[in-house]
């Protein structure tokens, strides 16, 4: 009898120490994907719709935000709004894919990405950036799990996990808009 409570004690603890370690085990394969621009990979760590409705949400706040007051009170503002509100939402989805994802953690301008230009091959190619390099690691509760990381411009991004189960997804990316 008591092995079987030493047994169960054991993979009680051996759960917890796995479900705690667990997003810095899935912020490792991120960082590891990405590094690899292995978007198959990536998309194996990320909750697509619950992330692509967080950004959808945040850049349709940020354009609401910047019109002002005046646009939004006139009804030819409100009808452009809304308008351009539905083209965030085009853009996000179209965006907001493994490899637009690994792109944006790489730090490539979007601006890059549509001008067609072909990657460096062999030799010239530049070594992978660590897009988590000096992030701060965060608990607010047993599911949920952030890692902040500043832009250029001091700015903080935070990459927010989530825990379904045992597993841990990036769900979320708050941007500094």
């Given at each position: 009898?008591?092995?079987?409570?030493?047994?169960?004690?054991?993979?009680?603890?051996?759960?917890?120490?796995?479900?705690?370690a667990g997003p810095f085990l899935?912020?490792?394969?991120?960082?590891?994907a990405v590094q690899r621009e292995d978007s198959r990979?990536?998309?194996?760590?990320v909750d697509f719709p619950a992330l692509r409705q967080s950004?959808?949400?945040?850049?349709?706040?940020a354009l609401v935000r910047r019109a002002g007051v005046d646009v939004q009170s006139s009804l030819l503002g409100a009808l452009?709004?809304?308008?351009?509100?539905?083209?965030?939402?085009?853009?996000?989805?179209?965006?907001?894919?493994?490899?637009g994802l690994?792109?944006?953690?790489?730090?490539?301008?979007?601006?890059?990405?549509?001008?067609?230009a072909t990657p460096p091959v062999g030799g010239e190619r530049a070594p992978a950036s660590d897009p988590l390099a000096d992030a701060h690691w965060r608990y607010h509760s047993p599911s949920r799990f952030?890692?902040?990381?500043?832009?250029?411009?001091?700015?903080?991004?935070?990459?927010?996990?989530?825990r379904k189960g045992l597993r841990w997804r990036l769900s979320d990316i708050q941007l500094p808009l």
């Open positions: 009898m008591k092995k079987l409570a030493w047994l169960s004690a054991l993979i009680a603890a051996l759960l917890l120490a796995y479900t705690a899935t912020m490792h394969a991120i960082r590891d990979a990536l998309s194996k760590q950004l959808r949400l945040q850049l349709s706040d452009a709004l809304q308008a351009a509100g539905g083209t965030v939402g085009t853009g996000v989805d179209m965006m907001v894919t493994p490899v690994s792109a944006l953690m790489r730090g490539r301008r979007l601006w890059d990405l549509s001008s067609g952030t890692a902040t990381v500043r832009d250029e411009s001091g700015r903080p991004i935070v990459f927010v996990l989530t």
